[in-house]
C-alpha cells in the first residue's frame, strides 16, 4: 500500500481511515492537527507515518481546542487544513469551530468527527451532526471506504471553493471498515499561503459577528442549491413504500435489499445530509404513501423531513426513531431488515430481534496489561485509603481501575474532569478525595483543573499517572513524550515544573513500580491538607517495547502455590495469573516483568525468560 502514488486508476484496499487520509492528500492538504482518539485514530497516525515523506506539516495537539484553532488559523493563511478527533472531542473544540463558521476559512478546513454509535471506545454516544445545524456546517456522511476518499476530497474542495468549514461525519464502522479504494490524482500539498487582512470579517467583535451570522446563513443557501445535484444523493428503486438512509445504514440496507429482492422500496441515498437538499427531497416523497429513515442515533434526517412535509403539505408517513428503530446503538442488517419488513406489512420471525442474542457468550471485560504500572499505584492506594476515599477517575487505561479487586474509580465526566470534579467533591463530603490522570489528559485538560485547585484552596490528593505516553489510543506522542524516540529533533516538556509552576507545594515523584515508594509517599500525601501531588512515572510496557526497545528478560516464577500466591492473584488481578487446578501459575509469555508480585508475595521470584 502507497498512499503517497500520485498517480490515479490504482486500486487498494483500505481502512475507512486509510482512504480519508488518501482523499485529503488528493485535495491537496497542507496543514493536518489533531488529537488522537478511537475510532478517529489511524487518521493521523498515518499522516504522522507518512509526514517524513510527504511535504505537508502534520502534528498532534495537546487537545483538540488547540487542534481546531491551529487547523483554523492555517485555513485562514490560505492553506487547505484538516482537523481530525473523535465525536467528544468535538465538544472541546465546540468554541473555536462555531467561530469559525461565522469568519469563513479561505483556505478551506475539514473538521473529521468520528462519532461512536455503541459506545465502543467512548462514554457516550453523542450525534455529532446536531453540531453540523449547531454551527452550519456542510455536513458529507461516507458509508464506503471508497466515499470515504471521495468525500474527503469533495469536502475540502467545497470547503476552498465557499471559503466554509465542512464537517465529515463517520461512525467506527465506517472507520475501520476495509473496502477497495480507486485512487485519484494527488495534488501537491499547499504549505504556503498569504492572509488578506479583513477584520471587518475575521475578529469577531459583536458587530461584526451579527453580520457574519448572516452571511453564513446566506452562503449556506447557495451551498444547498449546490448539493441538489450532489452526485452523493441518490435516488433508485420503485414502490408506494421510500427509503431515505444515510451513513453505514445505506449499506446495511444495500445488504438487505440484495438478500431479501422480495422486499420492494423507493430509496435515496443522503451522502451529504446538511444543508439538506429539500428539492430532492420533496420530489422523491411525492407519491409515496410512506417513508422509512434509516439513520444511527438521533432523528436528525427524521425531524428535518418532518419539517418539509409539513411546511410543503405532504401527506406521505414519516417512520422513524421510536417507531421501528431505537434511539440508541449501532444498526445491523438484521435491524434494517425488521424495520423494512415492520413498515411493508410483512411477515418477520418473532424470535429474531434487532440486536444478535450475545446473553450466552462469556464475558470479557477489559483489563489493565500484564505489566501496567496502574495496576501497581492502585494496589497502593487500596492499602492506604480503602474505601474510605472517594476516586475521581479520567479518561484512559487507568479507567479500567473500576474493576475490582482496585475499585479506584467512583466517577467520571470526560477528559481532564479528574480535577476539577475532585476538587467539587472535596468540598461536600467528609471523605478524602483522590483523583487520577495520565500524562497525556494531564497536557490535555487537567492543568487549568489544577490551577484552581490551588487558587480555590482545595483539599485533594492528584495523581498523575505518567506512562509517558498516549497508551489508549495507540501510542501516540504527547508534550511530554521525548520526540527523539520518533525520530525526530529531542525536546519535551516535563510535569513535575508544571506542577510547581502552578502552585503545588507538596509534591512527590516516584517509579510506579517500587512498592515501597508509592506506598510510603502516598502515606505521606494523606497526612497533608491542601493540594498535594504524587507523580507515578513508569513506561507503558506495551509503548516500552515497542517504541523504547525495552526488553525486559526477568519474569515471575511461583516457587510455592499456596495462599500467599492465591492473595497475590486475587489482589493484582494481573492476567499474567492463571489457576491450574488448584495452583497458581504465571504465564511467561504473558508476564512483563514488572515484579510487582515478587514484591508483595514470598512464594513468587524472580526467573529468566527460556
Known amino acids: 500500500m502507497n498512499l503517497l502514488d500520485p498517480n490515479s486508476g490504482i486500486k487498494e484496499l483500505l481502512l475507512g481511515n486509510e482512504a480519508i487520509v488518501r482523499g485529503a492528500l488528493e485535495a491537496g492538504v497542507g496543514f493536518i492537527s489533531c488529537y488522537p482518539g478511537t475510532p478517529s485514530s489511524e487518521v493521523p497516525d498515518t499522516f504522522f507515518r507518512l509526514s517524513s515523506k510527504?511535504?505537508?506539516?502534520?502534528e498532534y495537539a495537546p487537545n483538540e481546542k488547540v487542534a481546531m484553532e491551529t487547523a483554523g488559523a492555517a485555513a485562514l493563511g490560505g492553506v487547505p487544513a484538516l482537523v481530525t478527533m473523535k465525536h467528544v472531542g468535538v465538544n472541546v473544540a465546540a468554541d473555536p469551530m462555531m467561530t469559525l463558521a461565522y469568519i469563513g476559512t479561505p483556505g478551506g478546513l475539514v473538521i473529521l468527527s468520528a462519532d461512536d454509535p455503541g459506545c465502543h471506545s467512548s462514554q457516550n454516544e453523542q450525534d455529532n451532526r446536531y453540531y453540523s445545524r449547531l454551527a452550519g456546517l456542510p455536513c458529507f456522511e461516507p458509508s464506503t471506504a471508497q466515499e470515504c476518499k471521495d468525500m474527503t476530497r469533495e469536502a475540502m474542495e467545497l470547503s476552498a471553493k465557499w471559503e466554509q468549514p465542512v464537517m465529515l461525519r463517520t461512525t467506527t464502522r465506517v472507520n475501520h471498515m476495509r473496502g477497495p479504494v480507486e485512487f485519484g490524482q494527488m495534488k501537491p500539498a499547499k504549505t504556503r499561503g498569504e492572509f488578506k487582512k479583513n477584520p471587518g470579517r475575521f475578529v469577531p467583535i459583536p458587530a461584526v459577528a451579527r453580520v457574519r451570522h448572516r452571511a453564513l446563513t446566506a452562503i449556506l443557501q447557495k451551498i444547498r442549491l449546490e448539493i441538489e445535484d450532489s452526485p452523493w444523493n441518490k435516488s433508485w428503486g420503485?414502490?408506494?413504500?421510500?427509503?431515505?438512509?444515510?451513513?453505514?445504514?445505506?449499506?446495511?440496507?444495500?445488504?438487505?435489499?440484495?438478500?431479501?429482492?422480495?422486499?420492494?422500496?423507493?430509496?435515496?441515498?443522503?451522502?451529504?445530509?446538511?444543508?439538506?437538499?429539500?428539492?430532492?427531497?420533496?420530489n422523491f416523497l411525492s407519491g409515496l404513501d410512506k417513508v422509512i429513515i434509516l439513520e444511527e442515533l438521533e432523528p436528525v434526517l427524521e425531524n428535518d423531513i418532518r419539517v418539509l412535509c409539513q411546511k410543503n403539505g405532504l401527506t406521505t408517513e414519516v417512520v422513524g426513531k421510536g417507531d421501528i428503530l431505537p434511539l440508541w446503538d449501532e444498526y445491523s442488517t438484521l435491524c434494517v431488515e425488521k424495520a423494512l419488513m415492520d413498515a411493508l406489512g410483512?411477515?418477520?420471525?418473532?424470535?429474531?430481534?434487532?440486536?444478535?442474542?450475545?446473553?450466552?457468550?462469556?464475558?470479557?471485560?477489559?483489563?489493565?496489561?500484564?505489566?501496567c504500572s496502574h495496576r501497581s499505584v492502585y494496589l497502593n492506594v487500596r492499602k492506604v485509603f480503602g474505601n474510605e476515599a472517594i476516586y475521581s477517575s479520567d479518561i484512559g487505561c487507568y479507567t479500567l481501575g473500576i474493576l475490582p479487586p482496585l475499585k479506584t474509580a467512583d466517577f467520571l465526566f470526560c477528559m481532564g474532569s479528574s480535577v476539577s470534579g475532585g476538587c467539587g467533591m472535596s468540598r461536600v463530603v467528609d471523605s478524602p478525595v483522590v483523583a487520577f490522570i495520565g500524562d497525556s489528559t494531564f497536557f490535555h485538560s487537567g492543568i487549568t483543573g489544577l490551577i484552581n485547585a490551588v487558587y480555590n484552596k482545595y483539599d485533594l490528593i492528584l495523581v498523575i499517572l505518567d506512562n509517558r505516553t498516549t497508551a489508549m489510543t495507540g501510542h501516540q506522542p504527547h508534550p511530554g513524550v521525548d520526540q527523539s524516540l520518533y525520530?525526530?529533533?529531542?525536546?519535551?516538556?516535563?510535569?513535575?515544573?508544571?506542577?510547581?509552576?502552578?502552585?503545588?507545594?507538596?509534591?512527590?515523584?516516584?517509579?510506579?513500580?517500587?512498592?515501597?515508594?508509592?506506598?510510603?509517599?502516598?502515606?505521606?500525601?494523606?497526612?497533608?491538607?491542601?493540594?498535594?501531588?504524587?507523580?507515578a512515572e513508569e513506561p507503558c510496557p506495551l509503548y516500552a517495547k515497542r517504541i523504547m526497545g525495552v526488553k525486559r528478560n526477568k519474569v515471575a516464577v511461583v516457587k510455592e502455590s499456596g495462599p500467599a500466591t492465591l492473595e497475590c492473584l486475587n489482589t493484582l488481578a494481573c492476567p499474567a495469573f492463571y489457576l491450574d487446578g488448584e495452583e497458581v501459575r504465571i504465564n511467561p509469555d504473558t508476564c512483563a516483568g514488572c515484579m510487582v508480585c515478587v514484591q508483595i508475595c514470598d512464594e513468587i521470584k524472580p526467573g529468566s525468560r527460556s
Open 54 to 58: 510527504s511535504e505537508y506539516y502534520f
Open 238 to 282: 420503485q414502490g408506494k413504500v421510500g427509503v431515505i438512509a444515510s451513513g453505514v445504514s445505506r449499506s446495511y440496507l444495500k445488504d438487505v435489499l440484495k438478500s431479501r429482492p422480495e422486499i420492494e422500496v423507493k430509496v435515496l441515498e443522503l451522502g451529504v445530509t446538511h444543508p439538506l437538499p429539500g428539492n430532492l427531497v420533496k
Open 346 to 371: 410483512l411477515d418477520f420471525k418473532e424470535e429474531e430481534q434487532c440486536s444478535p442474542d450475545v446473553s450466552g457468550l462469556p464475558n470479557r471485560p477489559p483489563n489493565l496489561c500484564a505489566g
Open 487 to 535: 525520530g525526530l529533533k529531542p525536546g519535551n516538556i516535563e510535569i513535575e515544573p508544571l506542577v510547581r509552576a502552578s502552585g503545588v507545594e507538596n509534591i512527590r515523584k516516584v517509579k510506579a513500580l517500587n512498592q515501597k515508594a508509592v506506598l510510603e509517599a502516598l502515606e505521606e500525601l494523606k497526612n497533608m491538607r491542601g493540594v498535594r501531588v504524587l507523580i
